[in-house]
């Protein structure tokens, strides 16, 4: 089966007079049609980059400086050739978004103009990439709020009148108006209570399930994607440190960042842990020391992690494959067997 | 100090040519009249020296009366920056007081400075102004200046009190009351350091909006004719028929000189908003990348893209060319 | 089977918080009315009473809308309570005018949620901090050596370098540390912290709480945790009180609550919280609370009559709709506002 997106090799960088930086450094990242990809990091790591790069909507001074995107999708290749965004000029992009890709952005409630009615956002959406007549659009629109569950008497409502969570689905409703192949999350659930949250993302999986779209779920919060991704990439001053099938991720975490991660979260079952979280903070981009970006804040750092290169091996190695999703991780040094469970030193 | 050099650094080129203008004529203001061979006011009798074109004797000719135009016209740009710029400081430090405390304070207070702004909006200047100079005939150009002042300041105040508005119910605000700080200091240190940009902005725009009423009002003679301002050299030369009578050098220099200025204001503005942001000053990126000029509305541009190709223009008009996606497009290919 | 029997003064709790110091502050009864113009009034805060302990935290729990970002804002002198009294070691407080408001403020300190708008961008963070030592350490001639303990008391060191950045310089965690020192230099015996991690990352999350933690046993701070993740509830305070619609609908040592939740409501959000050690279980899952209230959620309020969480419970019947139950003892130190304790308790299909 062939995927529906293929990021290879992508690198992104921000020119600066002091010296560019790289926000993201030669990523490869798969999705497959149907599939839930988490994309997990905290502020900075350059996941949002990521996404925003590979659809070319960063302005300047952002510049991709490696890499390609291909996107397999039938309506534009016919089962041919897939096209690569990187290459393509503004119209061919133009007419990708929205009907191939869409994009629900950070802070999508704020998104949304306020002094449209909701009606009028969305038939501003669906005038620009659909071509149907005026009643179309209309009964589209409702229809669309239907599939996210909000009655239809809120088309005629502004946003302010809607709460949080309400906005957020106006939004993937847009998002999902021309029948999108991929849609791409940019941490829709952030400013959401924990109820509303759990809402939107059991919305988000019936809908995936009902129309067979593939998700690319960006978020600093790990714990959401355990539950929802089929599989997590795991992503650190702008390189990816571990990926796999999300169970693989949460039973035995490969590289020491993950390990960190899944132990900073307060949990509510099981017995009250003392946590530890991983102490530090970030790199500057600016000024990439040699080797993994890890080290400074790694329990597991030895003087070799300074000649890492940062490709992505089989975790346990050749033999240890597990079925078609393999669990890759960038650290060398540090197996699941060999990190212990609980605080890092 | 460096503080300063690196906002000229940052500063797009038009406000640097606005800054640099603008200086030239700060700089005429002051040492100008010193520099003035002539008494403006002193006549000439010699008839060949009426209406003369420029010569080495008038470097700008003389008007009818015999009056060397460049001596007017150096002394005319510092009273009408005098001028202007006064009524800037006034009507801007006047519009900041009302804007803030009136946005602020809400409530009854509002209503009050609001009432008042809206009336002072539509007092007609033209009509202020006759009767101030009927009071004040010979006090020089105070008459426009109170006039100028008294009725340039609402604007400025409806502008500040709506970003007054937005910033008051900043958390940083409340958080300053948190600390128990008092109300005076937290509108005078928290929320106007937040509006520099726009006062200063509001500043340039006063200034620029008194040089243009002045020169507009002395031109119908609605102005103290012993002084000499640019708007009255233009006054008297419309009024002896400089125009018809194809006397360039008369109002043509004062008028460059009122057109300069305003544009250097102009200019200068565009580069304010940096002034008051720090984070603005930190973000100015180059929007030129390997070479091509690439505009906010462009995909992101690929490195590999930017060298294999034409530039921006090329590619933009080539686009059109091209027939729809349906075209196959090989992988990682070849635009032509 | 016999009915309970109908209380209506809430019930008296013995606070799992009071094990850890004095009394630090009461509120009693506290109610906060807001008028919506056109006779619309919000009923934003119903009779809520508990107590805050120095060297304890006690968590408030519960949505937006729960009511539980104004009953900080009324314990910090931001509002003014509609009725009820809030008293401080003891004598209830009064902060009309400013000096009295001062005062309080010497003794009571907010911290801010939104780490990107609590700090004034145009103000190094030496003058953010400089202020409140000016202002509420008045014996002090040395700010700089003030303002460098207090920035060495959050963490952020060499206090040198941090002394002269500006917000926009800093990260999310570094700014939220800003404003607990800026807090802590009034040197309070009581913080309330409204969603003091919401906004940053869930990897930083930890440390702040653990920050936060250290400085409540150093300075013996009388905390109040607000929060919408129960979780971290569990991990950090002593005491957690759980609101919903302005009410507080359960209250008990942290524990006892997030294991053993007794009212359907926090029921519903220990379930609806990502659990990372099962995974898609409420994604899949046949919990009836969680289905009912989750299909609900963002769609409905609060209940206008009778208890506020009837229109999504699961549990509701026209006693609920008819009557608003108060605070039941269900053991000495917990409580729970529910006419069906009894059939919430028991386990899920």
Redesign the interface.
């Known amino acids: 089966m062939r995927p529906i997106l293929e990021i290879s090799d992508l690198s992104v960088a921000y020119r600066a007079e002091g010296g560019d930086v790289r926000a993201v450094e030669h990523v490869d990242l798969t999705l497959n049609p149907g599939e839930v990809v988490g994309l997990c990091g905290e502020s900075g790591s350059g996941k949002s980059t990521l996404a925003y790069g590979a659809t070319r909507l960063l302005r300047p001074p952002a510049l991709v400086t490696s890499g390609s995107v291909r996107y397999y999708g039938n309506r534009i290749t016919h089962g041919g050739d897939p096209v690569d965004l990187l290459t393509m000029t503004h119209r061919e992009l133009h007419a990708m978004r929205w009907r191939e890709i869409a994009i629900v952005f950070q802070s999508a409630m704020n998104a949304l103009n306020p002094v449209l009615r909701v009606q009028d956002q969305i038939l501003d959406a669906v005038h620009a990439h659909l071509s149907m007549s005026k009643q179309e659009a209309r009964e589209k629109a409702a229809g669309l709020l239907d599939l996210v569950g909000i009655p239809r008497g809120r088309l005629r409502a502004y946003p302010h009148e809607l709460s949080g969570g309400m906005r957020q689905r106006v939004m993937i409703a847009m998002a999902l108006a021309a029948d999108p192949e991929v849609v791409i999350m940019d941490e829709p659930t952030t400013a959401l209570d924990v109820v509303v949250q759990r809402d939107i993302l059991s919305q988000i999986v019936e809908l995936k399930e009902r129309l067979g779209f593939a998700v690319l779920f960006i978020t600093h919060d790990l714990s959401l994607l355990l539950e929802l991704a089929d599989r997590i990439a795991v992503m650190y001053a702008g390189r990816l440190l571990e990926t796999g099938a999300s169970g693989d991720i949460m039973r035995e975490p490969a590289h020491p960042y993950t390990r960190g991660l899944l132990n900073s979260f307060p949990s509510l079952r099981g017995p009250r842990r003392d946590l530890a979280g991983i102490p530090g903070s970030p790199p500057d981009l600016r000024d990439p020391l040699p080797g993994c970006p890890f080290i400074p804040r790694c329990g597991f750092a030895v003087p070799a992690c300074e000649a890492v290169d940062m490709t992505l091996e089989m975790v346990g190695g050749v033999k240890a494959v597990k079925g078609p999703i393999g669990h890759l991780t960038a650290c060398p040094i540090v197996t699941p067997e060999m990190s212990q469970e609980g605080v890092l030193s | 100090m460096s503080a300063v050099r690196d906002v000229w650094r940052n500063l797009p080129l038009k406000a640097k040519i606005g800054t640099v203008l603008f200086a030239m004529f700060v700089l005429a203001a002051i040492i100008g009249p010193e520099l003035a061979p002539y008494d403006p006011s002193y006549q000439n009798p010699d008839p060949a020296l009426l209406m003369a074109q420029p010569s080495a004797r008038h470097l700008l000719g003389t008007t009818q009366t015999g009056q060397d135009v460049l001596s007017q016209v150096l002394v005319g740009i510092r009273q009408t920056m005098l001028l202007a710029i006064v009524v800037g400081v006034f009507a801007t430090a006047v519009s900041v007081i009302v804007g803030v405390t009136s946005a602020f304070l809400g409530g009854v207070w509002d209503e009050l400075l609001s009432l008042v702004s809206n009336v002072f909006l539509v007092i007609p200047a033209l009509p202020l102004l006759v009767l101030l100079l009927g009071y004040l005939s010979g006090k020089g150009q105070w008459p426009t200046i109170i006039v100028l002042s008294v009725l340039g300041w609402p604007w400025g105040a409806r502008v500040v009190r709506a970003q007054t508005l937005m910033i008051r119910n900043r958390d940083f605000v409340a958080a300053s009351r948190e600390s128990g700080e008092r109300t005076w200091r937290i509108l005078a240190f928290e929320i106007i350091p937040n509006e520099v940009s726009l006062i200063a902005a509001s500043f340039v725009n006063t200034v620029l909006y008194a040089i243009g009423a002045s020169v507009a009002l002395a031109f119908v003679g609605l102005t103290d004719l012993n002084s000499w301002s640019l708007g009255t050299i233009l006054f008297w030369a419309q009024s002896n028929q400089a125009l018809t009578l194809g006397a360039w050098w008369w109002f043509v220099p004062p008028g460059l000189a009122v057109a300069l200025i305003g544009t250097s204001l102009v200019l200068l503005n565009s580069g304010i908003d940096e002034l008051g942001s720090p984070r603005l000053r930190a973000s100015r990126g180059a929007a030129k990348i390997a070479g091509h000029k690439i505009w906010g509305t462009d995909p992101t541009p690929v490195l590999a893209q930017l060298t294999a190709d034409r530039s921006g223009i090329g590619e933009f008009l080539h686009s059109f060319s091209r027939d729809s996606l349906l075209d196959k497009t090989p992988a990682g290919g070849d635009l032509r | 089977m016999s009915e309970p029997v109908i209380v209506s003064e809430p019930a008296v709790v013995e606070s799992a918080a009071a094990a850890r110091g004095p009394l630090a502050m009461e509120a009693v009864g506290l109610n906060k009315v807001f008028k919506l113009g056109r006779s619309q009034v919000l009923h934003a805060v119903r009779d809520v009473s508990f107590n805050l302990y120095q060297g304890a935290v006690v968590a408030l729990v519960g949505?937006?809308g729960s009511g539980k970002s104004t009953v900080a804002k009324l314990l910090?002198g931001?509002e003014r309570p509609s009725s009820g009294v809030i008293k401080l070691e003891g004598n209830a407080v009064n902060v009309r005018g400013?000096r009295a408001?001062?005062q309080y403020?010497?003794q009571v300190?907010?911290v801010?949620?939104?780490p990107f708008?609590?700090?004034?961008?145009?103000?190094t963070v030496g003058y953010t901090l400089t202020?409140?030592v000016k202002?509420?350490q008045q014996e002090v001639t040395d700010h700089e050596k003030a303002v460098t303990a207090l920035l060495e008391q959050v963490r952020l060191t060499p206090a040198k370098q941090f002394v002269v950045k500006?917000p926009?310089?800093l990260?999310?965690?570094?700014r939220q540390r800003v404003?607990f020192a800026?807090?802590l230099?009034?040197r309070p015996t009581v913080l309330l912290a409204d969603e003091p991690v919401s906004?940053l990352?869930?990897?930083?999350?930890?440390?702040m709480l653990?920050l936060l933690d250290d400085l409540r046993a150093r300075l013996s701070l009388a905390l109040l945790y607000i929060t919408?993740?129960?979780?971290?509830a569990?991990?950090?305070a002593d005491e957690v009180l759980v609101m919903y619609g302005g009410q507080i609908v359960e209250r008990g040592p942290a524990?006892d609550v997030?294991q053993r939740p007794a009212h359907p409501y926090t029921q519903?959000?220990?379930a609806?919280?990502?659990?990372?050690?099962?995974?898609?279980?409420?994604?899949k899952s046949g919990n009836v609370a969680?289905k009912t209230?989750?299909?609900k959620?963002?769609?409905i309020g609060p209940a206008a009559t009778g208890c506020p969480f009837n229109n999504r419970c699961p549990f509701a019947d026209d006693k609920c709709k008819r009557e608003n139950p108060a605070l039941q003892l269900v053991t000495p130190d917990r409580a729970a506002a529910c006419w069906h304790l009894d059939v919430a308790a028991a386990p899920q299909a």
Do not use: C, W
């Open positions: 949505e937006s910090a931001q400013d408001f001062r403020k010497s300190q907010y801010f949620q939104d708008s609590s700090l004034n961008p145009v103000h202020r409140p202002l509420h500006y926009h310089e990260s999310g965690g570094q404003s800026r807090a230099a009034a906004m990352d869930v990897s930083i999350r930890l440390e653990n919408h993740d129960i979780a971290s569990r991990y950090f524990e997030t519903l959000l220990i609806s919280a990502p659990d990372p050690d099962n995974l898609g279980s409420v994604l969680v209230g989750a299909e959620a963002g769609n």
